[in-house]
């Protein structure tokens, strides 16, 4: 990619689209658009997958948890972004093969009920990813769980029921979604902060003021439409766009440890399905060492970046030593990381855990801003699709999506 090239087709060139933010929303949204034969830009304020995108548990999942709550609330929304996370994973998977591979989950039970109750729900888990390439779930014996993760609490472990989902390098991931976008011919510019909008005589939007953030010059970005893509932070470009719109996120944060793979000394990860504060965590081998994550708390202050807190280390290690022979030591924790996740609330009240991890296109009338609102890793390329699904809609021209199977840059 060729920042100086492409910064100049910013200031020279008018855009079919022009789209803000580059994580994995607005990297998807650029290779799907060029894809069809748009003629696009993508600006990152900081560098690609800085925010929440590099920031996950490095998990592509359907979500285990979103399934047990759909039939326990009878939650058809929950059910439905199961589905959706479940078709994409295969598609995440065998899109980019060298940065994204099938993870064994293991789900530790203490009596033969637990062991049933998960069971099941992992069959029914299984049943609603049928047709993909990745292993069944199953039940595992004491001895058979001790072999795969050896540092368990054996006087308490009755046996563990173990599963698959995927797992990607997340930065490396949305990196390959630039570059492939690039190669498909889309303006890529990191380093570009938005500052403004220029609107006509109806307040329909017609140029995005840059500011470059590597020499501090600015341009402005000519385009039919602007896509807003910038996870925790749109409802600030959106009140750019249009000041009388309410706001529509709601930033929760979640945050990870990283702890000495020998803390669980496998190669499987493992799914802690109860905690105290009513989520799930994940143990994670990655990159040699075991990433412990996350926890979820409201978060107001959004222009704070959100780090790892004392009390926040406390409860991950807690949680993670109810199920292992040995304490891990806090002087253990190597490094820590916070992210956002933008979650989409129906009201102020709402607690950001009974929130879906669903996503919505929203379309300002008003200013012509289209805006991709909440969503996860996991269906980046779906809610891309139907972001673009939108702008066609928008723009009055019928294209495919082409986003399926195509392979990123490095996957061949």
Not at 46 to 53: K, M, Q
Not at 113 to 120: A, K, N, Q, S, V
Not at 383 to 406: P, S, W
């Amino acid at each position: 990619m060729n920042r100086a090239k492409n910064l100049q087709r910013l200031q020279n060139e008018m855009f079919d689209i022009c789209i803000i933010g580059g994580g994995a929303s607005g990297a998807g949204c650029a290779l799907d658009a060029a894809l069809r034969g748009f003629k696009v830009a993508l600006i990152e304020k900081n560098d690609f997958a800085s925010e929440t995108s590099s920031k996950s548990t490095k998990l592509i999942h359907g979500g285990v948890r979103y399934l047990e709550q759909a039939f326990k609330n009878l939650d058809f929304a929950q059910l439905k972004q199961v589905k959706h996370g479940l078709e994409e994973r295969q598609i995440v998977l065998q899109n980019a093969p060298h940065l994204a591979r099938p993870l064994p989950l293991l789900t530790p039970v203490f009596s033969w009920f637990e062991g049933l109750y998960f069971t099941i729900g992992l069959r029914m888990y299984d049943f609603f990813a049928k047709g993909d390439s990745l292993p069944k779930s199953r039940w595992l014996s004491k001895k058979e769980t001790m072999l795969r993760m050896p540092t368990l609490n054996a006087k308490k472990l009755h046996s563990a029921v173990l599963y698959f989902d995927g797992q990607l390098d997340d930065a490396r991931y949305c990196l390959a979604l630039a570059h492939a976008a690039d190669e498909a011919g889309v303006a890529v510019v990191n380093y570009a902060e938005l500052l403004d909008f220029k609107v006509d005589g109806s307040k329909k939007l017609t140029e995005a003021v840059v500011k470059s953030l590597t020499n501090g010059e600015s341009c402005a970005i000519k385009a039919n439409l602007f896509i807003n893509c910038t996870g925790a932070f749109a409802d600030t470009v959106r009140l750019k766009a249009n000041p009388k719109l309410t706001k529509r996120i709601r930033p929760s944060k979640g945050v990870h440890v990283v702890l000495p793979y020998e803390v669980l000394k496998s190669e499987d990860a493992m799914l802690i399905p109860k905690t105290s504060d009513g989520r799930v965590v994940f143990a994670i081998p990655f990159e040699g060492q075991l990433l412990l994550g996350t926890t979820d708390t409201d978060y107001r202050d959004i222009d704070k970046e959100p780090i790892l807190e004392e009390q926040e280390v406390d409860f991950l290690l807690d949680t993670l030593t109810r199920y292992l022979a040995k304490r891990p030591d806090r002087s253990q924790v190597k490094a820590g990381f916070g992210g956002l996740r933008p979650l989409l609330a129906a009201s102020e009240s709402a607690s950001t855990k009974k929130l879906v991890r669903d996503h919505e296109v929203e379309h300002d009338e008003l200013s012509n801003l289209v805006s991709l609102l909440g969503g996860k890793w996991t269906t980046y390329r779906y809610m891309a699709q139907d972001t673009i699904d939108k702008v066609c809609e928008l723009l009055g021209v019928e294209r495919e999506c082409k986003t399926t199977n195509h392979v990123l840059v490095g996957g061949e």
